[in-house]
């Protein structure tokens, strides 16, 4: 086996254009979001709070989005006798909250987005959005 | 009741190859895993993140570990209505996801292995796997 | 190399002996201290928090006790210029205070002591003091 | 700007094969050492405390290795006036402690590695030993 392999990874450019693509779906959607974009190894791409969302959404955003990243699929799949343990075992890191999507490039995860401070589904719509900005970029 | 007492510890030895162990099983199984393994008090000997195991997993893994070698005993059998407690009041140290086994020699507990980024019952098997390395070591 | 090897471990009689010489010895120096006692792997074993003694020498007393028994020696003695680098990479851990002793019993470290709440020179003799109560064990 | 760039990235075989270098120069010294090794997102990939090796160096380590990755260059080169700060400024992930070092491969950073316990000289010279096992590693 290989000391080192050549691997997919988000560009900042890529993320940024997320970010956009979800700020202007959220202004279309008329709810004030937080969102969140993570590379494969969970660490803060981009991020924006739009103005009147909640600020403890900057928390469980990030949190959907490493998530998300950290498992490669959307959040809210985990059985419910599992999901406090998770949190707990991470430090909140880890949120079963709806929101919070992988991004999957062909067939590679480079990162996740996650957006919270509306419902779960205006959550996943605007993670959605975001997602279908990113050329052959997975969405849900 | 004297002030000292003979004891028995694992080795950094001892904990290398157990990782080589559980990093072969999973590459066997095709299932990349975190695998932590801690002393007797919990503090850490050895890790491995595998190409493709969760991030979110250094933590549970960890956890995992923790809560067998200091409960000397497998991870997931806290009765349900206190599980969430104890991750509480630990920090997080304490966990009841599966797939944390106490490591124990000649009756006594030297360590935990924790592993973590399959399901519960393919961390178990690896933990296991680790376990069959040690000299004289209890199986689960 | 083996994978378990015999050592050598305070028991919680042999801290509790400590910690009641420590004790004796504040009261007779007419200094109210925190005493804390920690065995090889830095958990903590025994604790006392005397009257008038100051509430942040808790901390302060536990860190001491861990650092002597992590570096095998007395606190105090790490080079100015890494004694903070040491502390934040510990969150707070490591501590270059005075007052904290190892527990070296037949040449093998099986804890340590710290003691806050008075100058330095006064922890060290409380510490001294309880080390003088174990069978064996180096005083300094 | 293209939405996703092709990387360089350590696998856990490469990680492997630099902690069994680690130790095996270590016990060549005969200085038991924490080894710590990160990906370039300074996440753990894997680690080993070695028998006698400082428990609270299993933090340090770490913290080296994180640093390395982080900053692409070995630690201990920044100022004095902006150690402390960097190292309060993130919760103690940074650290100035030699011992830290990047792995660099293809002129491309691909994590780091953090030994501690001994000197700091003997420290940087475990983490060489491993980064001359890592296939086009540069050494410092």
Redesign the interface.
């Given at each position: 086996?290989?000391?080192?392999?050549?691997?997919?990874?988000?560009?900042h450019?890529?993320a940024l254009?997320m970010l956009a693509a979800a700020v202007k779906k959220s202004e279309d959607m008329g709810v004030p979001q937080c969102i969140a974009i993570v590379?494969?190894?969970?660490?803060l791409l981009a991020f924006s709070r739009m103005d009147g969302a909640k600020v403890l959404s900057i928390e469980t955003a990030t949190a959907k989005a490493?998530?998300a990243?950290?498992?490669?699929g959307p959040t809210g799949k985990t059985p419910p006798?599992?999901e406090?343990?998770?949190g707990?075992?991470?430090?909140g890191?880890?949120t079963n909250l709806k929101g919070g999507l992988p991004v999957i490039?062909d067939g590679k995860c480079?990162g996740g987005i996650g957006v919270g401070s509306g419902t779960g589904d205006q959550d996943v719509e605007v993670a959605n959005a975001a997602l279908a900005a990113?050329?052959?970029?997975q969405t849900f």
């Open positions: 086996m290989s000391d080192t392999v050549s691997t997919l990874k988000l560009t450019a890529g254009k590379d494969e190894s969970a660490n490493r998530t990243a950290s498992s490669k006798h599992a406090n343990l998770m707990l075992a991470t430090g890191r880890f490039v480079v990113v050329k052959g970029a």
